[in-house]
């Protein structure tokens, strides 16, 4: 029986190419893995091989022409001692290809959005003062009680007791089977991790600031973030990275990054930036408990800091829901993590000027609380953002974009993002300073905004 | 070639000879047709193709129990077969369909099994190692005697992780099996002009880690280095090395011109090497198998193969809204 041999496509994108060469000529036998020709793409010339053994009946494509389609029948092959003629067979049918259809999301009606901020523990219940350090390293130690394949792993998490004492305490109680002191070879350990998770274990990986996970960043979103929608749902990551994220104190450019924006804007990672103690807890436990990789960004100026935390045996909170730490009527500050520090402090003086600001503390970035922000800037119809990283692709900038597609007939002014400067953070003391967000900056914006 | 040879007098069995040749020749004909597929426009983007290599894959899988786990690179077509994985499912894959085993949304260097314990099927070159180490890792740490094989080519062998996974996985004793498979070129480039190393095998035993070169292209070889290896990590020893000296006959990719090696290099090892030539003649001529008797396992394998390719034709492309599905777990 004959068959048509198609100009191959030779590269991902090849469409047609030039038949640079016939090795073989009517009447010779082919055998399969034979090379029978010589075809020139947009990248190089290739040899290309027989697959299918016979003898050649016709070359329909002389050699030297160009712009050859990619499928179009270049010589027929026949059996031994067939017609030459005999060029009966039909080109194997692809399947046709569906096209799919592209459906651009249609813009929402800016109407019925209801803010999803609610409590996170019923009024009465008793409460415990504590630092976001002790907060973290309690989240951790009750997730490890309940589940024994909880394990921590990173540098000096285990007999150094934690290089900023999150971890102290914990080797004790669990020993070194599940707190797991590594090298320092970041890449190495987040892929051991992430194996790991998906050998059934829920490891959490402390970087010792997330400035260092840079050099893991493939694992973090080519392994664990994207290996769930590549396997069809087979394959999800639960596991855990955490550490302490943006600036200390002069420590300079390497070590003083805010990577909130970078990490948000990977599908398949959640993302979780606490700014109180209660949310460090709550939130670290369900990140713990959560089937997909969390990036858990933590603050080495927030660690000392004291709040009030419920006393609750299995306290959680969501991922997706905003908290509002002060309601106001004029303006809507939106920040998280630390930057809450600057938001808060801002509202206090604002107040003093009788300018009333309502604070939404984000916590994750990844999902968004988008419902929250959006009531409340449909209120004050006024929104300045807060946050420590670059300005260039910022959170604010997204929330802007967000705001402005959604709620655009609501607001009174444009919406004002406050971020670190666009420099690398410099270490003299003055000019570290300068680079850093401000409460004085954040009250300066609300006034723009305000026209005050 | 230094690498280890097969025993003389080999007490292989009939079985065994036969289960080779059937396992090495479904890897060749499966990839023969991802080929022809591929020249049609059915299979897009990159395609690897693992022909040459059939020995490695199948004489490790003969090594294995249930609940060892595998994971590789992008050129892991064969893997997943020799692991027992549906010919249908993972060329339903490469043509993009609702039925291949990532339901259209991996493509050829991404499929997974778990059902198979097969965890992928990586495109970034050496990222496999550490992420197999770390499923040895899991296993150590459950308390059984499982263990993984992490594949990796002699390009990735000069990736920083595979060191700092040495490092660790001696370290910490995990039992996993790095199998090298030095097919000579990372890509275009040959190991000479990467490195100065004489075997890369040796490079573990810097960190302590035992191995050894085996001829690669000999299934009995790799079949009895391979049992060695897993003696060692089942017995609780840590980590082993094995660098199998292999050959791909095609390009890296269905896009490489090949113009790095002589046409007469590849039809040496075709001749003189070929791994599938060497099983059938050992079942001639011990007359363990007749001419027929192989004629009918070719029938058989091509009617696999070509159903394969039909069901990869007929399965549907995955229904618009699986582009949201799967992000989270």
């Known amino acids: ?452 | 070639m230094a690498a280890k040879k097969s025993p003389e007098k080999s007490n292989v069995s009939k079985d065994d000879l036969l289960k080779y040749y059937r396992e090495m020749l479904l890897i060749r004909r499966f990839e023969e047709k991802a080929g022809q597929l591929y020249g049609m426009g059915l299979i897009g983007g990159f395609c690897h193709l693992y022909i040459g290599q059939e020995a490695v894959v199948v004489g490790l899988e003969a090594c294995t129990k249930e609940g060892d786990k595998r994971i590789t690179s992008y050129r892991d077509h064969g893997h997943m077969l020799a692991c027992g994985m549906g010919a249908k499912g993972v060329m339903a894959e490469l043509t993009g369909r609702s039925g291949g085993y990532s339901r259209g949304k991996g493509g050829s260097m991404h499929m997974f099994s778990r059902e198979k314990h097969f965890y992928g099927g990586h495109g970034i070159v050496g990222a496999q190692v550490p992420l197999g180490a770390g499923l040895a890792f899991a296993d150590k740490y459950k308390g059984n005697d499982n263990v993984t094989f992490a594949y990796f080519g002699d390009g990735a062998a000069n990736q920083g992780q595979v060191y700092e996974t040495y490092n660790m996985a001696e370290l910490w004793a995990l039992p996993v099996i790095f199998v090298i498979e030095n097919n000579h070129y990372a890509m275009g480039t040959s190991q000479a002009r990467s490195t100065k190393s004489e075997t890369l095998f040796g490079r573990g035993l810097a960190y302590g880690i035992p191995g050894e070169q085996v001829d690669g292209m000999d299934v009995l070889a790799v079949q009895a280095a391979g049992a060695k290896a897993v003696a060692h990590c089942r017995a609780g020893n840590g980590p082993y090395i094995l660098e199998m000296m292999t050959y791909r006959y095609r390009g890296h990719s269905m896009s490489d011109p090949a113009k790095y090696r002589t046409r007469e290099e590849v039809q040496k090892m075709k001749d003189e090497k070929d791994a599938i030539e060497h099983v059938r003649d050992l079942l001639l001529n011990a007359g363990l198998a007749s001419e027929d008797d192989l004629k009918t396992i070719d029938k058989d394998i091509k009617d696999i193969v070509n159903e394969s390719a039909e069901f990869a034709k007929e399965s549907p492309e995955p229904e618009l809204s699986e582009l949201y599905t799967n992000i989270y777990a």
């Open chain 1, 1 to 452: 029986m004959a068959i048509e041999i198609l100009m191959p496509a030779l590269s991902p994108t090849m469409e047609e190419g030039t038949l640079a060469k016939w090795l073989v000529k009517e009447g010779d036998t082919v055998k399969s893995g034979q090379i029978i020709a010589e075809i020139e793409t947009d990248k190089a010339t290739m040899e290309f091989e027989a697959v299918d053994e016979g003898v050649v009946g016709r070359l329909l494509v002389a050699e030297g022409t160009a712009n050859v389609k990619v499928n179009t029948a270049i010589a027929v092959l026949v059996d031994a001692g067939e017609s030459l003629d005999a060029r009966a067979a039909p080109a194997p049918k692809a399947a046709a290809p569906v096209t799919a259809a592209v459906v651009a999301a249609p813009l929402k009606a800016p109407m019925a959005i209801t803010s999803k901020a609610s409590a996170d523990w019923p009024e009465g219940t008793p409460m415990k003062t504590m630092t976001v350090r002790e907060a973290l390293r309690e989240a951790m130690a009750e997730e490890m009680r309940d589940n024994p394949n909880v394990m921590l792993m990173g540098e000096e998490v285990g007999q150094y007791q934690g290089a900023y004492k999150i971890s102290q305490g914990l080797l004790d109680e669990f020993g070194p089977k599940r707190i797991v002191d590594t090298p320092i070879t970041e890449m190495g350990f987040t892929g051991i991790a992430v194996g790991a998770a998906w050998g059934g274990l829920n490891p959490i990986v402390e970087f010792m600031t997330f400035n260092f996970a840079l050099q893991a960043i493939d694992h973090i979103l080519n392994s664990a973030a994207k290996t769930n929608y590549m396997s069809g749902g087979q394959l999800g990551c639960p596991i855990v990275f955490r550490g302490a994220n943006g600036a200390a104190a002069r420590v300079g450019a390497q070590h003083s990054q805010d990577f909130t924006a970078w990490y948000a804007a990977i599908p398949g990672l959640k993302v979780v930036m606490p700014y109180s103690a209660a949310d460090a807890k709550g939130l670290l436990k369900q990140a713990i408990r959560d089937p997909n990789p969390v990036i858990f960004l933590e603050n080495e100026i927030m660690y000392g800091k004291s709040f009030e935390v419920p006393d609750i045996a299995d306290f959680t909170i969501p991922f997706g829901k905003a908290k509002i730490w002060r309601e106001g009527t004029d303006v809507t500050i939106v920040s998280f993590g630390i930057g809450m520090t600057y938001a808060l402090e801002a509202a206090n003086l604002l107040a003093a000027d009788g300018i009333s600001a309502e604070v939404i503390d984000l916590r994750t970035l990844r999902p968004i609380d988008y419902d929250t922000v959006l009531a409340s800037v449909m209120k004050t119809n006024r929104c300045v953002t807060v946050e420590e990283g670059f300005p260039v692709g910022s959170i604010g900038d997204h929330l802007a974009s967000t705001i402005m597609q959604r709620a655009f007939d609501y607001l009174d002014a444009p919406v004002v993002t406050c971020t670190g400067k666009d420099v690398p953070m410099p270490y003299a003391a003055n000019l570290e300073k300068l680079a850093l967000i401000t409460a004085a900056e954040v009250v300066a914006a609300v006034k723009s905004v305000c026209y005050r």
